[in-house]
């Protein structure tokens, strides 16, 4: 089965305190990963691909094929990361399968 | 604008009837996805277009769920007696290709069924 686990629904942290947002996946073969952000009245928008290996708004999330998980971290959170993260997987006949979110609220 | 238009923003029906809602990609973009996102859930796949081929449908909860795309252009969703539990945000993205990786989202069309 091709599924993406987020277990928390919600994740309150303090500014300035880091913060992970934990993404399991089940997929067979090599899966290509992604988290997705929607900020308050903004639209859903791609944060970050696991193949670019690139670090967004001080976001990074690195591939770990032996637990398989995707996790989303960040040293220093700041006010305005809070927002909705999504994760998702591309599915075998190419569509993204997502995760069911993980409310990010960061505390002044 | 140039991002994924969804229309209508808003749409309030009663428990029975039909609701269409349509979806403008971003041009040139072949492959259109549609999700639900209901209140406090994630997205929930609907059904996916990839150029000529055949959509995956594997998505669509009930035979009351239908989607047609023309060409690359305009798809539309339609909910055929509509039921209280279809109350949800449905959400359009496209992207350059199956494999782009990077999906744009419309602002979704909220439907709520009295």
């Known amino acids: 089965a091709q599924r993406v686990t987020q277990p928390e629904k919600l994740l309150s942290v303090f500014k300035g305190a880091p913060v992970e947002l934990k993404c399991n996946y089940s997929?067979?073969?090599?899966?290509?990963l992604f988290w997705y952000v929607q900020y308050s009245r903004q639209r859903l928008q791609l944060l970050l691909r696991h193949i670019s290996r690139e670090s967004i708004k001080g976001f990074t999330a690195d591939l770990n094929k032996g637990e398989t998980s995707f996790h989303l971290k960040k040293p220093f959170a700041q006010e305005e990361d809070s927002a909705m993260y999504y994760c998702a997987l591309r599915g075998s006949q190419g569509n993204l399968i997502f995760g069911k979110g993980t409310k990010l609220s960061v505390k002044p | 604008g140039a991002g994924v238009s969804q229309s209508p923003s808003n749409k309030v029906t009663e428990k029975g009837k039909d609701v269409e809602l349509r979806c403008d990609p971003i041009s040139g973009h072949t492959a259109l996805y549609w999700y639900r996102q209901r209140l406090g859930q994630g997205l929930e796949f609907l059904i996916y277009f990839q150029g000529n081929s055949a959509p995956d449908k594997s998505g669509l909860p009930s035979d009351r769920f239908s989607a047609e795309r023309t060409g690359e252009s305009v798809s539309t969703l339609t909910i055929q007696r509509t039921q209280q539990e279809d109350s949800a945000v449905y959400l359009c993205?496209?992207?350059?290709?199956?494999?782009?990786?990077?999906?744009?989202f419309g602002e979704g069309s909220r439907l709520t069924v009295l």
């Open positions: 993205a496209s992207s350059l290709g199956s494999g782009a990786g990077e999906l744009f």
């Open positions: 997929y067979s073969g090599s899966p290509e």
